[in-house]
């Protein structure tokens, strides 16, 4: 079955609408969609089986839009980004506002990336932060195709973005404590020492 390849205008229009898709991301292919559409998120958790306690990944466009979700860098903290980003790599920080409940699912705080991937960048910039997870089940493994990831969900996403085989790690997961990044889950991203 062929699949046909979504402009970013379409991909643009349909996330902005509130629309689920399976797309290329910087790491493996991810379900999308808008992180201010609490019903996009909420129905994001219904079609992935997911764990409603677990917190999606979310991608920037830029450092800036971490201000969107209250959150206010210190100077070692901005530093350390800066040094992450762009790439592979998603860092969890503290994300407490009772407004953002229904993504950080109580545990007051989310993990975001700022992906290299100029077109994804782009993409973001125009539907402003998106949920991120990889395209499968809970449990199950993740897709490295879109006919992989359409067996899965089939007419539960609404659209599909065919980037061709996909075979990577997931992102590398870090918090920032002290000044230090720590590693919760190795993957995809390389840490290089960082001295702030």
Same mark, same amino acid.
């Given at each position: 079955?062929?699949?046909?390849?979504?402009?970013?205008?379409?991909?643009?229009?349909?996330?902005?609408?509130?629309? @689920?898709?399976?797309?290329?991301?910087? +790491?493996?292919?991810?379900?999308?969609?808008?992180?201010?559409?609490?019903?996009?998120?909420?129905?994001?958790?219904? @079609?992935?089986?997911?764990? %409603?306690?677990?917190?999606?990944?979310?991608?920037?466009?830029? @450092?800036?839009?971490?201000?969107?979700?209250?959150?206010?860098?210190?100077?070692?903290?901005?530093?350390?980004?800066?040094?992450?980003? %762009?790439?592979?790599?998603?860092?969890?920080?503290?994300?407490?506002?009772?407004?953002?409940?229904?993504?950080?699912?109580? +545990?007051?705080?989310?993990?975001?990336?700022?992906?290299?991937?100029?077109?994804?960048?782009?993409?973001?910039?125009?539907?402003?932060?998106?949920?991120? +997870?990889?395209?499968? %089940?809970?449990?199950?493994?993740?897709?490295? +195709?879109?006919?992989?990831?359409?067996?899965?969900?089939?007419?539960?996403?609404?659209?599909?973005?065919?980037?061709?085989?996909?075979?990577?790690?997931?992102?590398?997961?870090?918090?920032?404590?002290?000044?230090?990044?720590?590693?919760?889950?190795?993957?995809?991203?390389? @840490?290089?020492?960082?001295?702030?």
């Amino acid at each position: 079955m062929a699949y046909n390849m979504e402009t970013n205008e379409s991909i643009i229009k349909k996330t902005k609408d509130g629309k @689920i898709g399976v797309i290329p991301t910087d +790491t493996i292919y991810g379900v999308a969609a808008a992180a201010f559409s609490k019903k996009a998120v909420t129905r994001a958790y219904k @079609i992935l089986k997911r764990n %409603p306690k677990k917190p999606f990944i979310i991608l920037i466009s830029s @450092i800036k839009d971490l201000s969107l979700f209250g959150i206010k860098l210190d100077r070692d903290t901005g530093k350390i980004l800066h040094s992450l980003w %762009p790439g592979k790599i998603s860092v969890v920080l503290p994300t407490p506002s009772k407004k953002f409940q229904y993504l950080h699912r109580g +545990t007051k705080n989310l993990a975001f990336r700022l992906p290299r991937d100029t077109n994804l960048a782009r993409i973001i910039k125009k539907t402003g932060p998106l949920i991120s +997870t990889s395209a499968n %089940p809970e449990g199950a493994k993740p897709a490295e +195709t879109i006919a992989e990831a359409k067996a899965y969900f089939r007419n539960s996403i609404d659209f599909y973005v065919d980037g061709g085989k996909i075979k990577s790690l997931p992102s590398t997961l870090v918090e920032i404590k002290d000044g230090k990044v720590n590693v919760i889950r190795k993957g995809a991203g390389k @840490i290089s020492l960082i001295k702030v």
